[in-house]
């Protein structure tokens, strides 16, 4: 991305919003995770997969930091940390994979679908995963499917592990049949959050919505011309392009966070498969109403409070819009890893005036910018919280944001509670 | 290539960040790509830092690798020093970075800063954390230490040394410096210089002013040790002191390299005397496996055995580097040390050695929660909880202490283990439970785990191949019932001596009978 870019939004809303803000775009050291982070949560959404990083020592020991306490629960992932005559010759890395994954497979018969995960040393030795993906496919089918996706830090920032996974999916999903049009929700989501968008899109009559990713891989959701795709996370990008060219269509929604926010997400679903405007309001009224009335605490302590959000996973435009229409905050500047326009155009046209939204990352920089705004609270990721927090300042840290969950009616009051959480703390310390 | 789920020592450049976070004003320019700060949570999360490390990372994406990585390094380096001032710069390169073969060196020595650089040659694909963490601490003392000057050292009043070694993410580091520094004040000798732990660019040149040096973690500190005997003629320490005995033994070390008259230090340590109160009578040949780093496992291994009347049953490290001096222990203690860098490997002996005890990491902690054993922690690797607020050195006469409080911790109490053994009945207190307070929870029957280990292993290695003994048949109904009148905690072995029984003379069946011969067989 270079140059200015324009951020009209497809359909004008009511109030002016953030329909130009400017954006500051750096270049500098990223203070970020990579893609290989979301295997820490989509191991477990998938039940049967195993995810095999083929990586070096690094990218075990970022699995091991960021999977904590879970390492030691037989987890669904591992990595094949190359050596040195890995780096030789490729033909040896090619065979020692092969041996590498027959001998995962014997030990793990319960795996179904087998990613190999491209790492940074992976790439920049140009080691081919999806050939090795193909061949390793047509060796263990039809019990085991393998598929390759890049992880890298190279090519993906945090989230973005997630997009290319499901991407890598999308070849893999049935043609649909289909003569009406179906629905297709598309990110990983708590399970519980899952289940309450079944309820209610079955209350508004949409019987049949596919999530991806399944619980089970062989419960892939069927995709065609039919397919109306319904955005769970703003960091789709890839896995959107790919499902477009298999002929699905996009819904374009605000993202499902706060009251506001999921109601604006269903009704995009809702008006797309020409749900009457009654049986939504009854579908929906009183679980947003809930919602609303759960969020009323949380406004004592946050309205009015200065917000600014370091770039992590590309949830941060939608968040500030939930915190600052819903809880009156004020967002200071809004840092993300990358602007989709398109995905976000509903959300910019919900930003309050005369904000400041910043793609990519010159950490030092940025620090200073925050040290100067003096914000009430800083979103950050580990690597910075304590060092703020010593500084005096008050932070929430991000990567909480993706294993929690935040989404719909009914987690608003928790995903408030995780920004009230530090003000609370703060006035209950006496130390 | 090798199947990892758990790695005991993270790559090299991780070591090299532990020395540059210890210091004070060296700032260390990684070429990186992006997502490697990962990283800096090691040190503002776990160790719970206040500052970020000196660590600036070029995070170059894919975008950059068709243009000019090096240019990008060189910039980034320069910006850093303009930002930060440092007094001296580490360059170098993580393992994608290595890839690309950029040459941070070079591209150093071309920005011609204004300060002393050290470049570090750190294979990522050969070496790990530990290794990086000593090379680099030698590179800091080779660039910064000085000439040797001629003429003689200045007059003082009293003796001094150097402390080695210490970094930060260091288990205990940080209270061990405390109590050795305390022993070698009330011993007559001054400390000169603490390294890297807490030193500036200029305190590493004033290392030479010592006359002699204390290596505490001979991992990290051994090889600067070496360089600063050739350079500056100063005499190392080699005794750890860890444990009473070696404790005592070190400070006769350090009496003798600073020229002190020989006196017997007894120093104030409590654990003697807890050790011969009668209430740590049912501690005598205990169990116990050791696995750790090569400093701590010899340590603990020998503290465990003099100081505890524990019987080592297992010994081992993953530092290939310092396999020797293991190796050598084991010997003393009757076993073969076990080498390795594979958590299956450690889970598959310590399932064959059916400890009471196991002393470890943070992964041996893990396995033996899940093998149902009591566990303390020794060495690095280590998670949050081991680096704690208050003052727990493993080091000196306090490390002592610390170490008989910790270790004894998760043991069953002697009356409870008692009544054990007596009653089986009881149906609040089985030996299933965990010790009483240790709060409630159940453990995992150490049997079923020993054979569930044995069986293939949920990832492949060459320890989890062996195949798995389908031994369960040999029992009979009783006898199986009668072994589970056996405490938990010796009842893995019983079964394994009875086994092992029965087959040496051909046995087709194992009877109540069959036990018992073979407990009176053991007991001679």
Redesign the interface.
Same mark, same amino acid.
């Given at each position: 991305m270079s140059g200015t870019v324009s951020l009209l939004p497809e359909r004008a809303t009511a109030k002016a919003g953030c329909t130009e803000p400017a954006v500051i775009r750096e270049r500098?050291? !990223? $203070?970020?995770?990579?893609?290989?982070?979301g295997i820490v949560w989509m191991h477990r959404k998938i039940q049967d997969a195993f995810f095999l990083v083929?990586g070096? @020592?690094?990218c *075990? !020991? &970022?699995m091991?930091? *960021?999977a904590?306490?879970m390492?030691?629960a037989?987890?669904r992932?591992?990595?094949?940390?190359? $050596?040195?005559r890995? &780096?030789a010759g490729m033909a040896d890395?090619n065979e $020692? &994979?092969d041996?590498?994954v027959s @001998? &995962?497979l014997? @030990? @793990?018969p319960d795996i179904k679908l087998l990613f190999l995960v491209g790492s940074?040393?992976s790439?920049?030795?140009k080691l081919d995963l999806s050939r090795a993906a193909s061949r390793l496919s047509a060796q263990y089918s039809p019990d085991v499917r393998v598929l390759n996706y890049t992880g890298?830090?190279? $090519?993906t920032?945090f989230t973005e592990g997630e997009d290319r996974c499901l991407a890598s999916l999308v070849p893999e999903l049935p043609q649909s049949r289909s003569k009406a049009p179906e629905l297709l929700v598309v990110g990983a989501l708590a399970d519980v959050v899952e289940d309450q968008f079944a309820r209610l899109f079955g209350a508004m009559g949409l019987g049949k919505v596919a999530f991806l990713p399944p619980r089970r891989s062989r419960d892939l959701p069927a995709v065609g011309p039919n397919t109306k795709m319904l955005l769970a996370q703003p960091f789709l990008a890839e896995t959107a392009r790919m499902l477009g060219e298999r002929g699905a269509t996009h819904i374009p929604a605000p993202f499902p966070l706060g009251a506001e926010g999921t109601t604006a997400w269903l009704k995009a679903a809702a008006d797309a498969f020409g749900v009457d405007p009654m049986t939504f309001r009854s579908a929906t009224a009183s679980a947003e109403a809930r919602a609303r009335r759960a969020l009323e605490p949380f406004r004592e302590t946050l309205a009015g409070r200065r917000i600014f959000f370091m770039p992590d996973s590309q949830l941060e435009i939608p968040l500030a819009r939930m915190l600052s229409r819903e809880l009156g905050m004020e967002p200071v500047e809004i840092g993300t890893p990358f602007i989709h326009k398109a995905h976000l155009s509903e959300e910019l046209a919900l930003l309050p005036e005369g904000v400041t939204l910043s793609e990519g990352q010159d950490v030092?920089r940025q620090l200073d910018r925050v040290r100067a705004a003096s914000p009430d609270l800083t979103v950050c990721?580990?690597?910075? *919280?304590?060092?703020l927090? *010593?500084e005096g300042l008050t932070t929430k840290w991000s990567i909480e944001l993706l294993f929690t969950p935040i989404q719909g009616y009914d987690q608003a009051s928790d995903l408030a509670g995780l920004f009230a959480r530090p003000f609370d703390r703060r006035t209950r310390l006496r130390v | 290539m090798q199947l990892t789920v758990w790695t005991y020592e993270g790559p090299p450049h991780v070591g090299a960040m532990r020395v540059a976070t210890a210091m004070t004003d060296v700032h260390y320019v990684l070429h990186a790509p992006q997502g490697d700060t990962y990283a800096d949570l090691l040190f503002t999360m776990i160790e719970r830092r206040d500052k970020r490390p000196p660590v600036t990372y070029t995070t170059f994406q894919a975008r950059d690798l068709g243009s000019d990585t090096a240019e990008l390094f060189k910039s980034t380096l320069i910006r850093a020093y303009e930002r930060f001032q440092p007094a001296a710069m580490l360059v170098g390169a993580s393992c994608t970075g290595e890839l690309i073969q950029d040459d941070p060196a070079g591209l150093a020595k071309a920005a011609a800063l204004d300060c002393p650089v050290v470049p570090l040659e750190l294979p990522s694909y050969q070496r790990k954390e530990n290794w990086g963490a000593g090379e680099t601490f030698y590179q800091i003392v080779r660039h910064l230490s000085g000439e040797p000057e001629a003429g003689e050292k200045p007059a003082r009043a009293r003796p001094s040394c150097n402390i080695l070694g210490a970094t930060a993410l260091g288990f205990r580091h940080r209270d061990d410096v405390t109590e050795i520094s305390r022993l070698l004040a009330e011993t007559g000798i001054d400390v000169n210089v603490v390294a890297p732990l807490g030193a500036s660019a200029a305190d590493i040149a004033r290392l030479k002013d010592a006359d002699f040096n204390v290596v505490l973690y001979p991992e990290i500190g051994e090889q600067a040790a070496r360089l600063l005997k050739k350079t500056f003629g100063q005499p190392f320490t080699t005794i750890v002191p860890i444990g009473v005995n070696a404790t005592r033994e070190f400070l006769a070390e350090v009496r003798g390299l600073a020229g002190l008259p020989a006196n017997e230090a007894n120093g104030a340590t409590r654990l003697p005397w807890f050790s011969r109160s009668v209430d740590s009578n049912y501690l005598t040949g205990k169990r116990v496996f050791v696995f750790g780093d090569a400093t701590h496992a010899v340590a603990a291994a020998r503290v465990a055995s003099e100081e505890f009347g524990f019987e080592v049953v297992g010994l081992g490290t993953y530092s290939r580097e310092h396999a020797r001096s293991v190796r050598e222990a084991a010997k003393s203690h009757g076993l073969e040390a076990l080498i390795t860098d594979d958590y299956l490997d450690v889970e598959a002996a310590i399932a064959e050695a059916g400890p009471e005890l196991v002393l470890g990491t943070q992964m041996e902690r893990h396995i033996a929660k899940r093998l149902g054993i009591g566990c303390a922690v020794i060495s690095a690797p280590v998670h949050v909880q081991d680096y704690p607020a208050r003052y727990s050195p493993q080091m000196g006469f306090e490390g002592a202490n610390v170490l008989w409080d910790t270790w004894v911790h998760p043991l069953v109490m002697g009356l409870e283990e008692h009544l054990l053994g007596m009653f089986r009945e009881d149906f609040e207190f089985t030996d299933d439970a965990l010790p009483s307070h240790l709060g409630p929870g159940a453990r995992v029957s150490a049997e079923s785990e020993a054979i569930r280990v044995a069986a293939p292993a949920p990832m492949p290695t060459e320890a989890a191949a062996r195949s798995p003994e389908t031994r369960t048949s040999l029992w009979a109904g009783d006898a199986e019932a009668e072994l589970k009148k056996i405490p938990f905690f010796v009842r893995a072995k019983a079964r394994r001596n009875t086994e092992k029984f029965a087959e040496d003379r051909g046995l087709t069946e194992i009877t109540v009978e069959t036990l018992y011969d073979a407990k009176a067989h053991f007991a001679r």
């Open positions: 500098g050291q !990223h $203070e970020v995770f990579c893609g290989l982070t083929v070096s @020592r690094t *075990a !020991h &970022l091991q930091s *960021a904590g306490v390492i030691f037989e987890p992932f591992g990595t094949a940390v190359m $050596e040195e890995d &780096l890395a $020692e &994979l041996k590498v @001998r &995962l014997e @030990r @793990r940074c040393p790439e920049v030795i890298s830090g190279i $090519e920032t030092d990721g580990l690597g910075l *919280a304590n060092p927090e *010593a | -």
